[in-house]
């Protein structure tokens, strides 16, 4: 991240996305406390980098489907998600959608 992301950048037009590779299709995901860990480290490493207060937008993906989607929505360090292969069907999408707001 060091490395990627330059002070000339605006940080509020940057949204970064954490996706363990372990995680994607495998219906395996990160146990709460240590995704809330992770992006939080995420967000404090970016506020070092520019010296600012403001948080980047961090979207979690990895395994992102309509039955987990609600553990999910009760962190409220996460910004958004990438939904990777249940985007290929209109109807577990639209399920992520709404057991989100469940």
Avoid at 45 to 68: A, R
């Amino acid at each position: 991240m060091k490395n990627s992301l330059e002070k000339k950048f605006n940080i509020n037009k940057i949204i970064l996305a954490y996706e363990p590779v372990w995680a994607i299709g495998t219906n395996k995901i990160p146990q709460m406390r240590e995704l809330v860990k992770t992006i939080k480290f995420i967000k404090s490493e970016c506020i070092k980098i520019f010296k600012s207060k403001k948080f980047p937008k961090v979207l979690y993906g990895g395994s992102v489907n309509p039955k987990n989607i609600h553990l999910f929505s009760l962190i409220s360090e996460i910004d958004g998600f990438l939904i990777g292969g249940a985007s290929h069907s209109s109807k577990k999408f639209i399920d992520i959608i709404k057991n989100y707001y469940k």
